[in-house]
């Protein structure tokens, strides 16, 4: 499979804990991306590496997010003290600078 | 006001309809894209274009820079056809290159 992975697909969580996702992108691409997507809404924006570098990051990364990218390859997206309005699905997208654009499917989590 | 704008929301046709979706956009862009998801699925990238037409099978995007108006239409509906087309764009100014900003989405129901 040479699409872009996540996992997992689904997490239930309480509110409280600290939950971290993994996005595998394709191999040959630099570029990576996460969103978070809730019901009826579009995809939202939160962070984009370039290869190892975390080149932007959008103001609904509160800081309680945090993304990593440590040899370029894969990325984890960690949420610490989860709240309820964190519940959503968090897709990661990657490609070669703007070409072959692919998303993942995505991490769905629900915080109880 | 949302920065990327589409229509309708909902839309509901017969199989072998002619079916014709919108986006428009408030700001510079250098390209934009035509994605598909499907329910409870990850998204697939349709089109990417910056100027005039491309056509994917039984889909055709077109692009006006200067109305910074999209359509997507879909010729001879099929239910299989049936999910959420979202409009997105590469805004080209500043440090939001990396991102696409997302539109809310058309979802699309065609009944057999």
């Known amino acids: 499979d040479t699409g872009v992975s996540q996992n997992p697909r689904h997490k239930i969580t309480k509110r409280g804990q600290n939950v971290t996702f993994r996005c595998d992108p394709i191999?040959?691409?630099?570029?990576l991306y996460w969103y978070r997507q809730t019901l009826g809404q579009g995809p939202e924006f939160l962070t984009y590496?370039?290869?190892?570098?975390?080149?932007?990051k959008s103001r609904l990364l509160s800081d309680r997010f945090s993304a990593e990218r440590p040899k370029g390859s894969f990325s984890t997206l960690e949420i610490q003290r989860t709240e309820q309005g964190d519940s959503a699905m968090y897709l990661c997208?990657?490609?070669?600078?703007?070409?072959?654009?692919?998303f993942g499917s995505g991490t769905r989590l629900t915080v109880v | 006001k949302n920065e990327v704008e589409q229509s309708p929301q909902n839309l509901t046709a017969q199989e072998g309809e002619f079916i014709t979706i919108n986006c428009s956009y408030s700001?510079?862009?250098?390209?934009l894209h035509w994605l598909q998801q499907h329910p409870g699925g990850g998204i697939v990238s349709l089109f990417m274009?910056?100027?005039g037409k491309k056509k994917h099978g039984r889909l055709i995007a077109t692009i006006n820079i200067q109305e910074k108006h999209s359509s997507l239409h879909i010729t001879a509906s099929h239910p299989r056809d049936s999910a959420v087309y979202i409009c997105a764009v590469y805004m080209n100014y500043g440090g939001s290159q990396g991102n696409l900003i997302f539109g809310k989405g058309t979802k699309l129901s065609v009944k057999p």
């Open positions: 997208a990657s490609s070669f600078n703007r070409e072959g654009y692919t």
């Open positions: 590496f370039q290869n190892e570098a975390q080149l932007e």
């Open positions: 191999s040959e691409h630099n570029r």
């Open positions: 274009l910056s100027s």
């Open positions: 700001v510079g862009i250098s390209a």
